[in-house]
Antibody
């Protein structure tokens, strides 16, 4: 069973870059079975898909964030990462990494526990 | 973007009774070439990540109790919980995976009456 674990700073200053890493175990990013996603959830609110990456490095981003987001993959470390620049308080949220059921079934089967990122000076 | 709208926003049901949550998409999520609805349901308990319950609108994920069922097609979908149990208290979300950006409903909070 695939397991995911988010890591990164819990506090980011406004206008700076939020950087998170998701470490994958129990499965290989290189397998080419899954897409690897980032999803966020502001406190008490709903879920927003940020984007995903495939093992090849191919990405797709939510247009609402596309100008500020980069998702990359490091297959040697079995990790993928999120960078969100020019953050504001509106980017404060729990950030989840997740993966789908594989083979073009793009609902999210495996999730990390989530990490809270607060944007504040 | 496909907008997902759930109803109601909150729901209180007695133990053992049936809970019904609706989800409507702003455009069809039925893919004609395979006749599959690209619609999933999740359960999120307090302080936890969402858990996949149902995919393809009506297929239960492995290990999900059979009191959870999904139905619907095209733009209108329903999650039914038959015989509500205390551990079912959670927020429930629908999600379309027909096209990017993948989008979720706003959530329905289910409580015990």
């Amino acid at each position: 069973q695939v397991q995911l674990q988010e890591s990164g700073p819990g506090l980011v200053k406004p206008s700076q870059t939020l950087s998170l890493i998701c470490t994958v175990s129990g499965g290989s990013i290189s397998s080419g079975i899954y897409y690897w996603s980032w999803i966020r959830q502001p406190a008490g609110k709903g879920l927003e898909w940020i984007g995903h990456i495939y093992a090849s490095g191919s990405t797709s981003y939510n247009p609402s964030l596309k100008s500020r987001v980069v998702i990359s993959v490091d297959t040697s470390k079995n990790q993928f990462s999120l960078k969100l620049n020019s953050v504001t308080a509106a980017d404060t949220a729990v950030y989840y990494c997740a993966t789908d059921r594989g083979y073009s079934e793009y609902c999210f089967q495996y999730w990390g526990r989530g990490t809270l990122v607060t944007v504040s000076s | 973007d496909i907008v997902m709208t759930q109803s109601p926003d909150s729901l209180a049901v007695s133990l053992g009774e049936r809970a019904t949550i609706n989800c409507k998409s702003s455009q069809s999520v039925l893919y004609s070439s395979n006749n599959k609805n690209y619609l999933a349901w999740y359960q999120q308990k307090s302080g936890q990540p969402p858990k996949l319950l149902i995919y393809w609108a009506s297929t239960r994920e492995s290990g999900v109790p059979d009191r959870f069922s999904g139905s619907g097609s095209g733009t209108d979908f329903t999650l039914t919980i038959s015989g509500l149990q205390a551990e079912d208290v959670a927020v429930y979300y629908c999600q379309q995976y027909y096209t990017t950006p993948y989008t979720f409903g706003q959530g329905t909070k289910l409580e015990i009456k």
